[in-house]
C-alpha cells in the first residue's frame, strides 16, 4: 500500500487550493470546503519525507466520529464524508488561533515547566509539579495559527484579545466550547480505557454563527494515556504509555531531530512507517471501539476524485 502525499485535483467550481502540513483543503464555490486527509505527517512544524499508509483515512475517520458525537455541544462545519480520506463542509472565516486544552503537564508544557518556567500563555503553574501529573482543572493555553512552515507560538487570552486577533465576546464563547469538547473527549476516553492528556480545537466563523472545524480527538491533535498503570507509572516517574504522535517526536528527538535549522531528519526506514501505521491503526481501535478496515483495491486519486465529484452532484 502507498501512502498518498500530493493531491492536486480539479473539482468543479474551484475557487483554490490550500495545502497544509497534512490536509489539502479545496474551496469549492467560496461556499463548500473539501478537505483531504493525507497520509503526510508532521513533527516540530516539519513535513515528514515519508508518508504513513492509511493514516490520512484514520484521521478522518476518527475526526468524524468525534464531530458527530459533539454537535450536540456547538455547531461544526462537517456536511458529509464522500470517501474514507475526504471530509466536506462548511466553508468558515478562520480564527488566527489554536484552542489547546491540557489536561495533565506533559510534552512541550513539560519541557517548558521543567526549564523552570511557571506560567503558560500568562496562566500560572504551581511549582512542585511532576512530568504527566494531572491539572487541578484543564486549562486553556492558545497558539496563534502560524503560515505554512512557520512555528505556532504561545499566546495568552489578553494578547489575543488586545491585538485583536478575536474579540473579547468571540473568545469566551471559544473558550467554552473548548472545555465543553474536552469534558466530552475525556468521558468518551474513558468509556475506552484511556485517558484524554491534552488536545487542540480550530474554530471559524460564518454569518455570526462560530463553528467547530477541521478535526478533533485525532492522534494528530491530541495526545491519550492508557488509564490502567497511569497512577502506577506516574508515582514511579516512568513514562507513560500513551497513544499520540508524540512517539514520533520522541523518535525524532532520540535520532538528534528537533525541527531546528541545520537539522536533518533521520531515515524513515519502511520498519518505521509500518511501526508508525500501526500506532495509527491502534489508537483508532481504542478511541472508537471498532475495528479499523483498511480501504484498499483502486488507486487512491482516482478513486477520491470519483467519490467527490458524485458528492458535489447532489
Known amino acids: ?74 455547531p461544526n462545519w462537517k456536511l458529509a464524508t464522500p470517501d474514507p480520506m475526504v471530509t466536506a463542509g462548511v466553508r468558515c472565516q478562520g480564527f ?18 521543567k526549564s523552570g518556567v511557571r506560567e503558560i500563555c500568562g496562566l500560572p503553574i504551581p511549582d512542585g509539579m511532576k512530568e504527566n501529573e494531572k491539572f487541578a482543572t484543564p486549562i486553556v493555553t492558545p497558539t496563534t495559527k502560524a503560515e505554512h512552515g512557520a512555528h505556532d507560538e504561545d499566546i495568552s487570552r489578553e494578547q489575543i484579545i488586545n491585538q485583536g486577533l478575536v474579540s473579547e465576546e468571540d473568545y469566551e464563547i471559544l473558550e467554552k466550547y473548548t472545555l465543553a469538547l474536552f469534558q466530552r473527549g475525556t468521558e468518551i476516553a474513558a468509556s475506552r480505557g484511556l485517558i484524554l492528556v491534552d488536545t487542540k480545537y480550530e474554530f471559524g466563523k460564518k454569518d455570526g454563527v462560530i463553528y467547530l472545524m477541521d478535526e478533533i480527538h485525532t492522534p494528530d491533535s491530541s495526545r491519550y494515556f492508557y488509564a490502567e498503570g497511569y497512577r502506577e507509572r506516574f508515582e514511579k516517574g516512568e513514562p507513560q504509555k500513551q497513544l499520540s504522535k508524540e512517539f514520533v517526536r520522541e523518535w525524532l528527538m532520540d535520532n538528534g531531530f528537533q525541527g531546528k535549522e541545520g537539522q536533518q531528519v533521520p531515515a524513515m526506514t519502511p520498519e518505521i512507517v509500518s511501526g508508525i501505521t500501526d500506532r495509527y491503526i491502534e489508537l483508532y481501535e481504542h478511541i472508537t471501539g471498532e475495528k479499523f478496515v483498511k480501504t484498499e483495491g483502486e488507486d487512491i486519486l482516482k478513486r477520491i476524485e470519483k467519490n467527490v465529484l458524485n458528492y458535489l452532484k447532489i
Open 1 to 74: 500500500m502507498k501512502a498518498l502525499t500530493q493531491t492536486d485535483f480539479n473539482f468543479p467550481g474551484l475557487k483554490g487550493i490550500y495545502h497544509g502540513k497534512v490536509r489539502d483543503v479545496y474551496n469549492i464555490n467560496d461556499e463548500t470546503l473539501v478537505m483531504v486527509a493525507t497520509d503526510r505527517i508532521s513533527a516540530f512544524d516539519v513535513v515528514l519525507p515519508e508518508g504513513i499508509p492509511y493514516k490520512g483515512q484514520i484521521l478522518n475517520q476518527i475526526a468524524a466520529k468525534f464531530l458527530d458525537a459533539t454537535q450536540d455541544i456547538c
Open 96 to 113: 488566527p488561533v489554536e484552542m489547546i486544552v491540557r489536561g495533565y503537564l506533559c510534552g512541550s508544557a513539560w519541557r517548558t515547566y
